[in-house]
């Protein structure tokens, strides 16, 4: 980030603009927003920057910037379209300890303006640092689709009545009263009424708050992450992740998951990891429990899907146990990312109408399956945690008449930037597995090749034939 993000203050303070053509017009329209005091020196200045002079919303110099003319200002535009000035400009600017933006010149600013949503004092700031100007524009248009004009004056009046609101216990009480309000309440009382009848709203609304409860009960979500991308993370996740006061999560879910939850959530790192160290089962059970007991929304957030291979029953018997609610928030599980990595499908007419889930160890250490059922010809397997039990899947199939031909395709960190495929075969797996490095999450399809390597395969037979 070589931009940091900040709302600066202007109120009262002087903002210096040095041009008076189309781009200074440009910037105008958005700084003319701001309750700065705006100086604008150019001597031919535009019929609009003439117009507004007149009407006092900035001040106007017919004559080019001098030395002494920015000191004392919070910021400087240099928007004379003429290289030579600008740099003349922004020299003096910088010089009387002005921050400097020289319009269509990233390098030699020292800030730029986003785009900005506004729905004042709602603001949206949209960055690129430069590299998108058409991405940010886009992202600007799709906001301002989606932030409905009201919410503005909803924040206006929100904003006004604070204080009142902090009769309420500091925490939930006070996010499930603005909550309300700013997602129910409140638009529901300014499309009835208008303006003038949120106030009144917003006094009943706190005033049922303040009689309910301190605070809800404790609920725990058992949410899916997904394999590790967050743009497959569901809609329902996401809201879980933003209601979340704490979040249990295993080594599997990726930071940018993280990222998605409240700021002022409790994470927790449960280190659930096959073969390696963790907080055991009972620990994390008791983990769940303390918080929800004590009020607290909890997110035990888990890789892939919840019901797959997690635990999830252990978990969900200690809660009843202990008298909290729970509900479960589905999300993809490694199987299917994996098999979209490779361009495959995990059942299709002709070849294969069932396929196995499979773990490659448990509690007790390399699980024990149906060997001689999935040696046959024709079967597909998804085998969750099988790196490590790799040579022993290997043996026990063979053991039972397995072809050691039979296509092996491992997926690591599958829908991930750093996702590795390996195509191999049953007899060659861990050999091939040994001779790379595989640190992270994998999935291992039995009887499955990627697309490709399965169509130079078939045209291979075709050919013997």
């Excluded at 535009?46 to 117009?51: D, K, S, T």
């Excluded at 986003?114 to 524009?137: C, F, H, Q, S």
Aim: aromatic fraction near 6%; hydrophobic fraction near 45%; charged fraction near 25%.
């Amino acid at each position: 980030m070589k931009h940091f993000p900040v709302f600066l203050s202007v109120e009262g303070r002087r903002i210096i603009l040095s041009g008076g053509g189309e781009a200074a017009l440009a910037k105008l329209r958005l700084i003319l927003k701001t309750q700065a005091r705006i100086e604008v020196f150019a001597q031919a200045p535009a019929p609009e920057i003439v117009a507004w002079a007149k009407d006092n919303r900035l001040t106007l110099h017919r004559r080019a910037l001098a030395a002494g003319d920015a000191r004392g200002a919070v910021l400087f535009y240099a928007a004379d379209e003429d290289s030579a000035e600008d740099a003349r400009t922004a020299a003096i600017a910088e010089a009387e300890g002005v921050l400097v933006n020289i319009v269509d010149n990233l390098e030699d600013s020292r800030f730029i303006t986003p785009a900005i949503v506004d729905r004042d004092p709602v603001t949206v700031a949209i960055g690129t640092e430069g590299a998108a100007p058409v991405l940010a524009r886009a992202i600007k248009a799709d906001l301002e689709a989606r932030l409905p004009a009201t919410l503005g004056p909803l924040a206006r009046i929100g904003k006004a009545f604070r204080a009142v609101a902090d009769i309420l216990p500091m925490g939930r009480a006070r996010r499930d009263f603005w909550s309300e309000y700013y997602f129910d309440t409140g638009p529901r009382a300014i499309c009835e009424s208008g303006e003038h009848g949120v106030k009144p709203a917003l006094e009943r609304l706190l005033a049922r708050h303040s009689a309910a409860p301190a605070s809800r009960p404790g609920h725990v979500a058992f949410v899916g992450a997904g394999p590790g991308d967050p743009d497959l993370l569901t809609l329902k996740a996401r809201k879980a992740l933003d209601t979340a006061d704490v979040v249990i999560h295993d080594r599997l879910v990726t930071q940018g998951i993280l990222e998605l939850a409240r700021r002022e959530a409790i994470l927790i790192d449960a280190g659930k990891q096959g073969f390696g160290p963790s907080i055991s089962q009972g620990e994390i059970d008791s983990l769940i429990v303390a918080h929800a007991r004590e009020g607290a929304q909890v997110v035990r957030l888990k890789g892939g899907d919840p019901t797959m291979f997690a635990r999830l029953d252990e978990e969900i018997d200690a809660i009843e146990n202990a008298g909290i609610a729970w509900h479960i928030v589905p999300g993809i599980t490694a199987a299917s990312a994996s098999v979209a990595a490779i361009g495959q499908s995990l059942t299709k007419r002709q070849r294969n109408g069932a396929v196995r889930f499979l773990t490659g160890h448990d509690m007790k250490g390399f699980a024990d399956h149906d060997w001689r059922a999935l040696a046959r010809p024709g079967e597909i397997a998804a085998v969750y945690m099988g790196k490590a039990a790799a040579r022993f899947i290997q043996g026990r199939l063979l053991m039972h008449g397995a072809d050691r031909a039979t296509p092996v395709t491992v997926i690591e960190n599958a829908s991930r930037p750093d996702q590795r495929i390996l195509s191999t075969t049953l007899g060659q797996l861990p050999r091939d597995l040994a001779q790379g490095i595989w640190d992270g999450p994998a999935l291992t399809f039995y009887g499955l090749a990627p697309r490709a390597a399965q169509a130079a395969l078939s045209h291979a037979e075709q050919e013997l034939a």
